[in-house]
């Protein structure tokens, strides 16, 4: 089945990696990247450790014990400040999708948005334009 995101949303700026609970949350049913005016190869290696890390922290999230998880923080906020060493900031907003199945049920999830920038302002508009592609399998879990 196909859908498709078509909205601005606000995101905010990330100064500490607790700050990204919420997106690690959403993350956990989707999220989206995007980067701009990247320039540098050190910052491409930046961006992909970023990246990498925050599917890790995603993908072990919800396993982890509670009284365990601000180790996983840990580790988001040590790529954050590599980032901010190489000029880069990290904004994050969540959004509210639903869509309707093909058997006419309604599927409604969290979407994590992720940009990672030279801006340093405190918040950022991001206009949303993607397609999904959304299979039963996926819907079901």
């Known amino acids: ?3 498709r995101i078509d909205q601005t949303v606000t995101l ?13 949350e959403a993350a956990q049913y989707g999220h989206l990247f995007a980067h701009h005016d990247l320039e540098t190869d050190t910052e491409l290696r930046a961006l992909e450790q970023f990246s990498a890390a925050f ?3 995603v993908e072990t ?7 365990n998880q601000q180790s996983l923080l840990r580790t988001l906020e040590t790529v954050l400040a590599l980032l901010r060493g190489n000029g880069l900031r990290v904004h994050h907003g969540v959004i509210h999708h639903q869509v309707r199945l093909a058997d ?4 409604d ?3 994590a948005i992720i940009n990672i920038g030279h801006s340093d302002r ?6 949303i334009r993607v397609d999904l592609m959304i299979s039963r399998e996926a819907a079901d879990g």
């Open 104 to 107: 006419g049920e309604m599927l």
């Open 109 to 111: 999830f969290p979407l």
């Open 12 to 24: 905010t700026r990330v100064d500490d990696a607790i700050e990204l609970w919420s997106a690690i």
């Open 1 to 3: 089945m196909e859908d």
């Open 55 to 57: 599917v890790e922290v």
């Open 61 to 67: 999230w919800e396993d982890t014990p509670a009284e």
């Open 122 to 127: 405190p918040e950022l508009a991001a206009d």
